[in-house]
């Protein structure tokens, strides 16, 4: 009886003072708003198939499916250039237009709304590559419209070393791994400014495309505000199976870029009364268009987890 | 029955004044001679005011005078007698016991008092009304005021005619409260058994108030009583009081020490430790006070005040690494105030205070331990003069003076995680002002209180900053300062003028005008108040906040004060607001600035308020139709949003009934208009890649924004009962005790705590969600005393 009384009273109380709230369906009605035309751009210095723009719309809130509307037929352009004495001098001989098509390395699978150098198909050696310390341009015109972005390829930071701790097991109701974190360690250069993002690929990953399917840190990236110049040991969350095989690449970007895949990591994981709605720090020039061109000055390193 | 004595003190010295009128000064003290702060007196009809040492001198003709004394909590006294030389009275009004009587509120009556837009509330009748879990509340009890709001469910976010939660100044016996809430302000720190009265001032705040734009909350502790050992406490379902009180040199001096503590951690470890793990939450505080009555002329009193949170959370996510995190944090206050009385017509009050809040906190994050701390520290000096020469005149004038210090954090984090030790530099201040105010009675229909408060702040070094580009981008540049060097200065006039027309002896017309500065910012994100949140300085960029706010009033009593009626209307502008950038981070940012947008404030409308004041039946009824609006270059197109607390209409009832002499019922019904929110005005899917794999598109999807603040969420009411029980047999006896019963939210209305729109990567779904807080909950209490 008394334990009944317990739990009759005071678990209701526990409940709201231990913030395990009740829920329920709610129908909200937003407001739509106009249609943006959303910009995915990369260049970066390694890899030359993940130089690529993606093209999509947004849609009405409540629209069914999640994922993007491509747009098709534009007409996409990248152009190589230096910075002299502040200003960006564009070397138009360099201009790569890039266009949609079935690439060989993709399997020729059909990928609407993402436009290539089309040397990849033939010529893959000269197809284009960023250079770190050079200035790109993307264009693109869509529909009539115009639309630009500016992005740089800092000096890339190596990685000295990957090492492997944190272990622990990882129960599901019918699998059990065991796991481990992967720590990158590099000298963070003695300039204050310098940012990472980190991505990486293993088992689960290992035939995916696209830098959106790489695995990435959701919850830091780095910057180098507090630490500058100092030795960085940085672990990522992720917990990765002993055993797996991980390419861990740290690109290094520009401060712009930094903040549009900051603003992005606080946009995806963002509900409950403690947030707030952010919206991306967009890198694109041009009317209702969100988006960045992420210039990526990538290291990598590979590491057997053990 | 007369329940009053009077103590005739006549003047020893005959001197007749030279305008063939004599002083009458009379001091209002309780019976336990502490002074009682509210009262108001009727000097055949003509209403005064004590001041807050129980004092009020006046000079008149020689005759017969028909006094009549009332206070809030007290019985009202009455008498007449001859004024024939100077004379001083002492006047002991009998408090009425909430355990004893039915609370009969006699409010001070305001119709008559220059002061306007304010409201007091004595502890008794706040501790009649239902509250939830059954924990007093006086911050949320003002909150059924009209013009004062909360930030909804559980909130203890107090915003007064559009002012933001950092704009109040709380005060605890004169003393500042940088965060005045335990736990996301569930409850705040002022513990019922302390407290003796709480006071609001939303409009024409006087000049020797300020550094905060929108009101003055000011929260009194008794003293303990005189005579003799006292002990008062209550078993509640989550918390537990204990007060002793007692001479510490019979008749002269006095303590109170007043502590509680929440034991809902372990309550639930009890019933369900499986489920809750090491999950705990409490909070414990204690109140102290100390005070000598040195001489007929000198008091000393020493306040004390430390509370503290302690928080543990631990999620175990099956598809990820565990969360963990555990914050201590809380307030100390030391104060030490001198009263002085100099002679019948002029007193002063000098006083000292530290003040400190401090936030520790642990996360574990994975395999990244985060430690952060942050926090302040103020060290002030206050003065106070008052000078009345005449019933027509009194004077105030008084400085004040504070020392910040304050911690924005310094953070570690340990475990390989980017190993770094860092401090973010400690930022100091001066903050000073100067003031002086004129009661003015023009004639018998027309009183002015004009002031000009002056106020300074300076930012001083030793500190060095951190350049920032545009872009957040870290320069390089520093720019140092050395100890004691200003960084940023600023000096303000705050004129504070109110005027008051008596249109009858029961009705009065009352205008305002004042300006407030606020030279201290608080950064939060979050709709619930954190003790994360930082209290910022004006400084190189961040100008001080500034606010303007003109008020007009007409009020109203009949029955001989058992009813009141006031409405109000105000215009506020405000100016250098701050809000944060969407997604900005507060938490170890040396370039917070640049997390920051700074816009305008406006707040109109209007307020009514009846009361009914005696009888078997008291209540009140306060209603509210008010707009707040904000509008920032940088945010929503330079367009003016709704502020987020902007709610058309605002309304509460409170009732409580005497059903007989041993049961009490209160109820409280409150109704508003829901919060505005920012809701997606569209979505879009980006990151976009390809998994050969499970060859299906990989994606993120992320919504966009357009308008701000542009979306309503639902109507906000609520019922409240409670019945209180009193033994009547044991009325007469030492020990009395008494059970409060409560139903929080009677009709069970899920009213919500957020919503949000829940969107499913993987089902591909999208669904809007409400989250609740407080279903129905019952509650009951026992409290006694003896």
């Known amino acids: ?306 | 029955m007369i329940r009053y004595l009077v103590l005739l003190l006549l003047g020893m010295t005959a001197q007749i004044s030279q305008a063939q009128l004599h002083t009458l000064s009379i001091t209002v003290a309780d019976s336990a001679q502490y002074a009682v702060a509210n009262a108001t007196i009727k000097i055949n009809k003509l209403e005064q005011f004590v001041d807050s040492t129980g004092h009020y001198a006046t000079s008149l003709p020689p005759g017969k005078y028909r006094l009549y004394f009332t206070a809030v909590g007290h019985t009202p006294a009455s008498f007449v007698f001859h004024l024939h030389s100077d004379t001083a009275v002492k006047v002991i009004l009998y408090p009425r016991e909430s355990l004893l009587n039915n609370v009969i509120v006699t409010a001070r009556s305001t119709v008559h008092r220059n002061q306007m837009s304010t409201q007091a509330l004595n502890i008794n009748q706040i501790e009649k009304l239902p509250v939830i879990l059954g924990e007093v509340d006086p911050l949320k009890t003002i909150t059924l005021l009209p013009g004062v709001k909360n930030g909804g469910e559980a909130s203890a976010g107090l915003y007064v005619r559009g002012g933001g939660p950092d704009q109040n100044l709380v005060l605890l016996d004169g003393n500042p409260i940088y965060n005045p809430n335990h736990l996301l302000g569930f409850f705040s720190i002022f513990n019922g058994d302390a407290l003796r009265n709480i006071e609001v001032i939303k409009g024409g705040i006087p000049a020797e108030y300020g550094g905060r734009l929108s009101s003055v909350i000011a929260v009194d502790t008794r003293e303990g009583n005189r005579d003799s050992l006292r002990v008062k406490g209550g078993i509640g379902l989550i918390s537990s009081r204990l007060a002793v009180e007692g001479p510490v040199d019979k008749g002269k001096s006095s303590f109170l020490v007043s502590a509680r503590r929440t034991y809902i951690d372990q309550v639930a470890k009890l019933v369900a430790k499986d489920s809750l793990g090491d999950n705990g939450y409490y909070f414990y505080d204690v109140n102290a006070k100390v005070d000598f009555q040195l001489n007929k002329n000198n008091s000393l009193g020493i306040n004390f005040y430390l509370g503290k949170d302690n928080f543990m959370f631990v999620d175990e996510d099956d598809d990820g690494p565990s969360r963990r995190f555990n914050a201590l944090w809380g307030n100390t206050i030391l104060g030490l105030t001198w009263k002085q009385q100099l002679g019948k017509r002029l007193r002063q009050e000098l006083s000292i205070v530290r003040n400190d809040f401090d936030l520790d906190s642990r996360m574990i994050y994975g395999a990244t331990t985060y430690i952060y701390s942050s926090g302040l520290t103020d060290y002030g000096a206050k003065n106070d003069w008052v000078y009345s020469p005449g019933r027509w005149l009194k004077i105030k004038a008084g400085w004040q003076y504070t020392w910040h210090n304050f911690r924005p954090g310094a953070g570690n984090t340990t475990a390989g995680v980017q190993d770094f030790k860092n401090n973010i530099q400690d930022q100091f201040a001066h903050e000073a002002a100067a003031y002086l105010s004129t009661d003015l009675k023009l004639t018998s229909g027309i009183s002015v209180t004009a002031g000009l408060r002056y106020s300074y702040f300076n930012q001083v070094g030793p500190t060095a900053f951190v350049k920032y580009a545009p872009d957040g981008a870290p320069t390089g540049d520093k720019e140092s300062y050395s100890h004691g060097q200003s960084i940023a200065r600023y000096h303000y006039p705050e004129p504070r003028v109110a005027a008051l027309f008596r249109l009858s002896p029961s009705s009065s017309i009352k205008l305002s005008y004042t300006r407030t500065v606020q030279y201290l910012h608080l950064a939060t994100t979050s709709a619930a108040t954190f003790p994360g949140d930082l209290w910022i300085p004006a400084g190189k960029n961040i100008q001080p906040a500034l606010a303007e706010q003109a008020a007009a009033g007409y009020s109203k009593d009949w029955n001989n004060g058992a009813w009141e009626m006031s409405i109000e209307t105000y215009y506020k502008t405000m100016s250098n607001q701050i809000e944060f950038k969407p997604g900005a981070r507060l938490l170890l940012n040396q370039n917070l600035e640049g997390e920051m947008v700074f816009g305008k404030g406006t707040a109109y409308g209007v307020e009514l308020f009846l009361q009914k004041k005696t009888g078997r039946l008291t209540g009140w009824v306060g209603y509210t139709l008010s707009r707040t609006e904000r509008e920032f270059p940088d945010l929503n197109g330079g367009k003016p949003f709704p502020y987020r607390y902007d709610r058309t209409h605002d309304g509460s009832l409170v009732l409580n009934y005497k059903i007989s002499r041993q049961w009490d019922v209160s109820g409280v019904f409150v109704y508003g208009t829901g919060n505005s929110l920012t809701m997606p005005s569209g979505r879009f899917a980006y990151g976009v890649g390809y998994n050969r794999n499970e060859r299906q598109p990989v994606f993120t999807s992320i919504n966009h924004y357009d308008q701000i603040n542009d979306y309503r969420m639902p109507a906000y009411h609520r019922l409240d009962i409670s019945f209180t029980y009193v033994r009547w047999r044991e009325q007469e006896k030492r020990f009395r005790s008494s059970w409060n019963f409560g139903i929080y939210n009677v009709y069970n209305r899920y009213n919500p705590y957020f919503i949000y729109l829940d969107v499913e990567e993987e089902t591909q779904t999208i669904q809007g969600k409400k989250v609740f807080l407080f279903p129905i909950v019952p509650s009951v209490t026992w409290n006694f005393k003896f």
């Open chain 1, 1 to 306: 009886m008394k334990s009944m009384l317990l739990k009759k009273i005071c678990l209701p109380v526990l409940a709201s003072t231990l913030l395990l709230a009740c829920e329920r369906d709610y129908d909200i009605t937003v407001k739509d708003g106009q249609q943006q035309l959303i910009v995915e751009g990369y260049i970066n210095n390694e890899f030359p198939l993940y130089n690529y723009v993606v093209l999509s719309r947004s849609k009405d809130f409540y629209d069914p499916g999640l994922e993007n509307l491509a747009v098709s037929g534009a007409t996409v352009s990248i152009t190589e250039g230096e910075r002299v004495s502040g200003d960006i001098q564009w070397d138009e001989a360099t201009r790569t237009v890039l266009t949609e098509g079935r690439l060989p390395q993709l399997a020729n699978s059909a990928l609407p709304g993402f436009y290539f150098d089309q040397r990849l198909r033939y010529d893959s050696l000269n197809a284009l590559v960023g250079k770190p310390g050079k200035c790109y341009k993307l264009t693109i015109e869509v529909e009539g419209k115009q639309y630009s972005a500016i992005t740089q390829l800092p000096v890339p930071v190596a990685i000295d070393t990957l090492t492997c701790g944190f272990y622990y097991t990882d129960s599901n109701a019918d699998t059990t791994y065991s796991k481990a974190r992967i720590t990158v360690n590099y000298k963070d250069p003695d300039t204050i400014g310098n940012t990472q993002l980190f991505f990486w690929r293993h088992w689960d990953n290992r035939k995916s495309f696209g830098w959106g399917a790489l695995g990435t840190n959701r919850f830091a990236s780095g910057a180098d505000d507090l630490v500058n110049g100092q030795q960085i040991a940085f672990t990522q969350s992720y917990g990765f199976v002993l055993g797996d095989s991980v390419s861990i690449y740290m690109a290094s970007v520009e401060r712009p870029v930094y903040n549009f895949w900051d603003s992005f990591n606080k946009a995806r994981s963002n509900d409950g009364p403690f947030a707030t709605p952010v919206t991306l720090q967009s890198t694109i020039q041009g009317e209702l268009v969100t988006g960045c061109f992420s210039g990526f000055s990538v290291s990598v390193k590979s590491v057997v987890v053990q």
